[in-house]
């Protein structure tokens, strides 16, 4: 079917999505600030929190927000 895609995009649960984000990206945060230099692990920092910080990154900014729209 040509239009498979936006048939899926459409059944996706944004809210239990927006939550499970916000959830791991809290959990992320934690993590990430609560290591001190002596119980930093950089196989942590190098696998988990930078790949996902990046990946953040990569979606904002390719999903812009114009201020003027949210009016």
Known sequence: MKYDNIEK???LDFD???MLVSERL??????AQGMTEREVNDDI???LILPCVYLLAQFLEAVKI???EKK
Do not use: I, S
């Open 26 to 31: 809290g959990a992320l945060k934690l993590l």
């Open 16 to 18: 239990r999505l927006d």
């Open 9 to 11: 995009v459409k059944r």
């Open 66 to 68: 114009d201020e003027e």
């Open 45 to 47: 920092c190098r696998d």
